[in-house]
């Protein structure tokens, strides 16, 4: 282990430009292992192209970025690190991304089985614990098209923590599902974030991230506005942009 | 015009056994050339979307120049022109096979090449994100997914390649079109014969049809 009060993801001055937008402008970032954070800003603010660049799927241009002590280079010029990181970190998409032509159980085997070389028998036992911890065990031999949105997601979750991975990434991963299939899948993330699962969590779901976040940044095009423990942030914002993105989002 | 013709069923169906040979040639010249027009057609359609631009450009020129030209002179060029490069003569099923080869080869290319780009980003980004590598995304995500949607374009091309060799006649490979010619010569009975020659053609692409249908139906193939 670790010593566990180094922080997992350092991120200095980042800087991140697609063509001539600056999407990211001097991102200064650390997330300590354990802690609970959530993202939140407007459509288009840059929440997802910053959780993004933390598991290499966004290349930066400028700044300084090392998640747990593997270094990631700007233009993505780091491939040993970004393979490393990319074990360790999972995520879980807006979209879902189940792959649809394997059924649940073999879209949580993949990835331990060629990436960790676990046998089948081990990455199946260890995917069936996983199914049943995020409650869809009898699901375990459907393909993702015959789930709902919500059954989706858990094994996307699943999928994901089948890596034992020491930091998850969520983009949106309710903002895809029906109002009434919400609620299971942020039961399931309120679970992991209970067992002391380290979470960077893009959400528009404020009571949630209220609930669970030990910190919530706010982000405003591409800047980090402003960042605090949830009650700081929701009841007493400090900036002028943060209340009015509050008070936008809380009157739904 | 008075028109005074009789189609002279006893006459067609007596060049069955004369036509029926050819049915082995016309399979094996599609089939065999299809097969190779596989591979060629992964390769290029593989190199096609490769990031690097002089592997793409080999990909775009090889497309270009075999789906631009007409199948009967990329047949002539093979048969008649590179015996004069090459010193010695040709066999005409070599010959025949080479051409479907060449190309099918650049429209499947094409179909590789556009079933591996409508395969949906996040699933290579989820492959990434797991920790795998490029190659494996490729291996165990991305090309079983693009497969099953080469499947219904792939028997399209099957289709129209199996129709591409009658015009192997012309090298003077015993294929169906060039059996009828044959038995013509001898009984001058074109009407009935080339009828049963369009049969026999339909009886071949149509059970194709049925098979890929088959395919899509149990979900094999398409999505
Ligand atoms: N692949 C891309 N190419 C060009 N621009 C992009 C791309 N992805 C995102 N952007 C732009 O970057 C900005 C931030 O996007 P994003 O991180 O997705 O925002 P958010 O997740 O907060 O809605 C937006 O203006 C978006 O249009
Ligand atoms: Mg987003």
Redesign the pocket.
Known sequence: MNNTTQPIVRMQQLNKH?GS?H?LKHIDMQITPGEVVVVI?A???????LIRCINGLEEFQSGFLEVDSNELRPYGKSSEALQTIRTEVGMVFQQFNLFPHLSVIDNITLAPMKVRGWSRTDAVEAAKRLLERVGIADQADKYPSHLSGGQQQRVALARALAMEPRLMLFDEPTSALDPEMIGEVLDAMRELAKEGMTMVI?THEMGFAREVADRVVFIHQGEITEEGPPEKLFDTPQHERTQSFLARVLKH | MEVNFQFDWLAAFESIPHLLPGIPWTLLISFGGLAIGFFIGIFFGLLRISPLRWLRWPAIFYVEVFRGTPILVQVLFIFYGLPQILGGPINALVAGIAAIAVNSGAYISEIVRGSVQSIERGQGEASLSLGLSRTQAFRYVIWPQAFRRMIPPLGNQAIISIKDTSLFSVIGVGELVRQGQIYIATTFTALEVYFMVALMYLAITWTLSIVLRQLELRGLAGQ
């Open positions: 697609f937008l999407v800003g459509s288009g603010s840059g929440k997802s192209t893009v």
